[in-house]
């Protein structure tokens, strides 16, 4: 899987936009990419992937320039709740290999 | 969408013991599950690879002997801690791929936070 880097850490208010980058120079065609939310004591939970452009869900967007080395994870109006590590991925491989965990960005969201 | 259920979600032990941890895909099946270490403050560490009907694949550095762990059919996998010591103590995570998923996506169990006394 490609290596990816992320800030360690990121602080926010209640009610600001919160955008968190991860570089992943080495991308290969079919890799996709995947942000995980993981709260303290519990598993990482899937909030967005995608391919290129942009993307949006319910809970954030993702935007993917051109050149497919870089993504941003935007999250809308961050409450309190939104305090967690943030985890980018990226692979294309099939259901038989594990994902590889990077170290994540600790969003702390202050009232 | 897809579950995994993790259990137990938090367990006590006596230095000595061995500690039994269930994974289970709710909804779909996984011929392949993967067993997470997560330290504080620290990201999940890959321990092994549990595939249905064969040996688990472990990564280097963890004990075999140590970390048990059986696939006996496509929803359950299960890691038994054998001997553990205080060192052990841990958050072990669980994590299944819907058979034939191209993508990133997976999903995991709740986690079970291992003490040992």
């Known amino acids: 899987l490609a290596k990816t880097t992320q800030p360690i850490s990121m602080d926010s208010y209640e009610g600001q936009e919160v955008n968190i980058t991860c570089s992943h120079n080495?991308?290969?065609?079919?890799?996709?990419i995947t942000w995980y939310q993981q709260f303290p004591s519990q598993g990482p939970r899937f909030i967005i992937q995608?391919?290129?452009t942009k993307v949006t869900n319910e809970v954030a967007s993702l935007f993917i320039p051109a050149d497919r080395k870089s993504s941003t994870l935007s999250l809308p109006r961050v409450s309190l709740s939104d305090t967690a590590v943030y985890y980018c991925?990226?692979?294309?491989?099939?259901?038989?290999?594990?994902?590889?965990f990077g170290s994540g960005t600790r969003l702390q969201v202050q009232p | 969408g897809a579950v995994v259920s993790q259990h137990p979600s938090r367990v006590i032990c006596k230095s000595g013991t061995s500690v039994k941890i269930e994974c289970r895909s709710l909804?779909?099946?996984?011929?392949?599950m993967f067993w997470y270490r997560q330290f504080p403050k620290q990201s999940l560490m890959l321990m092994a690879t549990?595939?249905?009907?064969?040996?688990?694949?472990?990564e280097q550095g963890v004990e075999k002997d140590k970390f048990l762990i059986n696939h006996a059919s496509l929803t359950l996998s299960t890691l038994t801690v054998t001997s553990a010591h205080p060192e052990d103590s841990s958050f072990y995570i669980c994590?299944?791929?819907?058979?034939?998923?191209?993508?990133?996506?997976?999903?995991f169990g709740q986690g079970t936070r291992l003490t040992v006394v």
């Open positions: 994590s299944a791929r819907p058979l034939g998923a191209t993508n990133t996506e997976a999903f």
């Open positions: 080495n991308i290969a065609t079919n890799d996709y």
């Open positions: 995608g391919y290129k």
């Open positions: 991925l990226v692979g294309g491989d099939t259901g038989r290999r594990a994902l590889t």
């Open positions: 909804d779909f099946q996984a011929t392949t």
């Open positions: 549990s595939n249905e009907g064969s040996k688990a694949t472990y």
